[in-house]
């Protein structure tokens, strides 16, 4: 068994979802939002790295796999507030020892729903019932067990073809 932690960073909401893989079956564990809406960035970043501390120490998952920032020349600024609160994932799951694998938005929604171009309501409801839950997750929560659902498929794939997992996959 392998135990994968998904994280959509972001820096007012951040979704968390943990699954199990055993072989080739995924099961559901948990997810969740980090809220980080009130305060200065220095008492957000804070709060979402303390909760993510807590979350990994909850669950001792063996992996952990983050969205990556979608940059584009219109939105620069919300790409830098976003890489920032990618940045406190990363010690997050550094300081806890995790190797850490990252997929883009279009990965995550090709492995999920099979389009790259899926919206949040396609990804809730794919994640539901992958997982077979009885009610969707809220979008960034759905977002993260997607990003741990990629990471398990990619990572079944590299295994079967002899390739280890160090540190990355890329």
């Given at each position: 068994m392998t135990?994968?932690?998904?994280?959509d960073p972001g820096s007012r909401h951040t979704g968390f979802g943990v699954i199990d893989v055993v072989g080739r079956a995924e099961h559901y564990v948990a997810c969740g939002r980090i809220n980080s809406v009130d305060g200065s960035m220095a008492e957000r970043l804070n709060l979402i790295f303390r909760r993510l501390c807590?979350?990994?120490d909850e669950h001792r998952p063996d992996e952990a796999a983050l969205e990556e920032t979608?940059?584009?020349r219109v939105n620069a600024a919300s790409a830098l507030v976003l890489g920032q609160a990618r940045g406190v994932a990363f010690?997050?799951?550094g300081l806890r020892g995790l190797t850490v694998a990252e997929y883009s938005a279009s990965q995550v929604k090709q492995a999920v729903t099979g389009s790259g171009r899926a919206d949040k309501t396609q990804i809730q409801q794919m994640v539901r019932m992958l997982l077979k839950l009885?009610?969707?997750p809220v979008s960034d929560a759905a977002d993260a067990l997607g990003v741990a659902l990629t990471h398990a498929r990619v990572r079944a794939t590299r295994l079967a073809t002899g390739q280890t997992f160090v540190g990355?996959?890329?």
């Open positions: 135990r994968i932690l998904g994280i807590e979350v990994i979608f940059v584009n010690c997050a799951l009885d009610v969707a990355s996959w890329k």
